[in-house]
């Protein structure tokens, strides 16, 4: 008798389907469902216009069109261009001189409310503080540098009246100098956010752990609040090298037409219709982008941190 | 020997310490026991110097403390959190205070690995070293934070509630460890607790902080069997403590406590006459396995509590709400002088 109802037992369980595996099935198709609408999104906005940019940057490029026909002359002349070399160059200086000085301003700041503001609140608060800016347009808090900055700006001005100089500095807007003021103030916030962030998530008891032990506050910032604050750092890093790498309207409205990124050399490209030469810089920028990113995740594991 | 003498700290209205005096003599385990709120974190803060008093002084030796940085005191703090450091492994977490302590810092890699092992080894982590910490269980990372502690050599080693976050059958097991650690360190630990079993168990003395003041100090036998005071009674969750006007049978002024397992239960005057009576009425029992828990309510609305061990029950058959002499001999009473 009892081997008859194992038998059944085990002959309804292979022809109904047991509920586990019902409800693996459910989330599966839950889970494509969220997927979806995001998948397809990405798809047409982003991988199809990038193939597109690819495949464009092998056309051929008239003075006035282009057409279909696949050639490298494009790139061959990019690639031996000193001019457009050189914009590269300017590029990743820039890139790498707003991304330092992003840190050096936004880390002590980030650490101020991170870490010494123990009120969420006063917290909130000072970070919505240093968003504000942005409720002005991008455009508007870059050509507000202009009269800061100029041969008769605020500086300038100050510092005549002051005595300290006698004539007015002319580097100051114009200037590669100027460029980097701008983007390191507009970008700076990208930088405060994501490591004030870590920084908060710092049990207060682990730094208190180390004083306890013995360890002077330097040391402890040298090693417990840096390394633990890192993270932040690189997140902080992708946002602002993916954004100052793909510049254009800083450099086009400080520089004076001294400086010329990448993104200057699309926007101008594409403004007298060589969209073959437009779309080689769009793809060297699109790779240097992605270097940088992989390079930012090979240096902290951010699955292992966050 | 470290001293607290008049210790105040208040958080604006909040007086969290009132006048806390307050001695742990060298080479003990001084169990500290108070409820939740009554201030004990703070004492141990103010004593690592993560806090300052508002009035009074600390010392060790004879020699101030408070007004010190923390990272100069040489005094061990084992956080309830364990507060261990996230991205090090075990090792470096026991190493941190040897290589990067401001004073006596050591730069003999062999040295600090030595003392590290050792230390592992003493609370019974060795082969742990290389782990992360989030990659060992809760009573490992309590083992890495006393052991953190230890290595340092501090003067004494305080202990915020450090099995609160332990299972109850690991932390009967840490009780043991703690005081075999301790004694083989000779170093004084002051271990805070809100539990009176977990006191009574560890301390070789036990105080008892209420009301923002240490309100006794003493061995545990002494605490338990002769509270000086009503709070400190309380405390023992083994005392009945209430008005003495309500016992009949003798005149009792003041607050008085008798122990649970010292007061029987009869009918409505059959309580022997040499005893003291107190009415109440029963509302209800608690079984705890080899106790029994019975509740009555005074007429002032006191909660008294009898204790029946199951081996010599001695309570007869309760009926809920029904109306009881409780009684107890004289000599089990204790008085207060004044008020706590």
Not at chain 1, 119 to 127: D, R, V
Not at chain 1, 240 to 268: C, D, P, Q, Y
Not at chain 2, 240 to 254: A, E, I, P, Q, Y
Request: charged content about 15%; glycine content about 8%; some cysteine.
């Amino acid at each position: 008798m009892s081997a008859f109802s194992t038998d059944t037992l085990a002959t309804s369980a292979q022809t109904a389907e047991s509920p586990a595996l019902i409800r693996e099935r459910k989330d599966r198709r839950r889970a494509l469902g969220l997927l979806t609408p995001g998948l397809i999104w990405m798809a047409l906005f982003m991988v199809l216009p990038m193939v597109m940019v690819v495949y464009v940057s092998f056309w051929t490029q008239t003075t006035f069109a282009v057409n279909s026909e696949l050639t490298t002359a494009s790139w061959e002349r990019f690639l031996s261009s000193p001019t457009y070399l050189s914009a590269i160059w300017t590029t990743l200086r820039i890139w790498l001189i707003v991304l330092v000085l992003t840190i050096l301003v936004g880390y002590p700041v980030a650490l101020f409310i991170g870490l010494f503001v123990r009120n969420k609140t006063i917290q909130t608060a000072l970070l919505v503080a240093c968003v504000i800016p942005f409720w002005t347009s991008f455009l508007i808090r870059v050509i507000a540098w202009r009269p800061m900055l100029g041969t008769e700006g605020a500086i300038n001005t100050i510092l005549l009246k002051l005595g300290v100089i006698s004539e007015p500095l002319t580097f100051l807007l114009f200037s590669e100098f100027s460029v980097l003021v701008g983007m390191t103030q507009i970008y700076c916030v990208f930088m405060v956010g994501p490591i004030t962030f870590m920084l908060g998530r710092i049990d207060i008891s682990v730094i208190e752990a180390a004083r306890d032990l013995g360890a002077s506050f330097g040391t402890v910032f040298r090693r417990i609040i840096l390394p633990l604050s890192l993270p932040g750092v690189m997140v902080g890093s992708i946002f602002v090298s993916v954004m100052v790498l793909g510049e254009f309207a800083t450099a086009a409205s400080l520089s004076g037409r001294k400086v010329n990124l990448l993104g200057n050399i699309i926007v101008s490209q594409v403004g007298s219709l060589k969209w073959a030469f437009a779309a080689v810089a769009g793809v060297v920028l699109t790779i240097i982008i992605t270097a940088v990113i992989a390079l930012a995740l090979r240096l902290v594991d951010l699955r292992k941190e966050m | 020997m470290l001293t607290l003498s008049r210790i105040s700290r208040s958080y604006g209205d909040t007086v969290a310490l009132d006048g806390v005096d307050f001695v742990v003599p060298d080479d003990t385990y001084m169990s500290l026991l108070g409820a939740s709120g009554s201030g004990k974190t703070t004492l141990l803060r103010l004593i690592a110097g993560f806090e300052e008093p508002d009035h009074g002084e600390i010392s060790i030796h004879q020699t101030r403390i408070d007004g010190q940085a923390p990272h100069l005191r040489d005094i061990g703090f084992v956080f309830q959190n364990f507060a261990l450091f996230p991205h090090l492994s075990v090792a470096d977490n026991v190493a941190f205070g040897l290589r990067y302590r401001a004073n006596k810092a050591l730069n003999n890699d062999t040295e600090i690995k030595d003392r590290t092992q050792e230390a592992l080894v003493l609370v019974g982590l060795d082969g742990f070293g290389h782990r992360g910490v989030s990659a060992i269980s809760g009573g490992q990372r309590q083992r890495v934070a006393l052991a953190r502690t230890l290595v340092c050599e501090p003067r004494i080693v305080l202990l915020d509630e450090p099995l609160g976050a332990l299972d109850a059958n690991l932390r009967a097991r840490m009780c043991d460890e703690l005081r075999a650690i301790r004694q083989r360190l000779g170093v004084s630990f002051l271990h805070v607790t809100g539990s009176e079993t977990e006191a009574l168990t560890m301390g070789d003395e036990v105080a008892v902080l209420a009301n923002g003041r240490i309100t006794q100090s003493d061995t545990p036998d002494t605490l338990f069997s002769q509270p000086r005071t009503a709070e400190a009674a309380r405390h023992m969750n083994a005392w009945n403590t209430f008005d003495g006007t309500l016992c009949d049978g003798m005149s009792v002024k003041g607050e008085i406590a008798v122990r649970f397992d010292q007061m029987d239960v009869s009918a409505q005057g059959r309580a022997p006459k040499d005893h003291l009576r107190v009415h109440a009425q029963y509302l209800t029992g608690e079984f705890n396995g080899p106790t029994a828990l019975s509740f009555f309510r005074a007429a002032d609305g006191t909660l008294l509590q009898i204790i029946d061990h199951l081996s010599q029950p001695r309570l007869p058959d309760l009926i809920e709400g029904q109306h009881y002499d409780l009684h107890f001999p004289s000599n089990a009473l204790r008085q207060f002088h004044g008020a706590v």
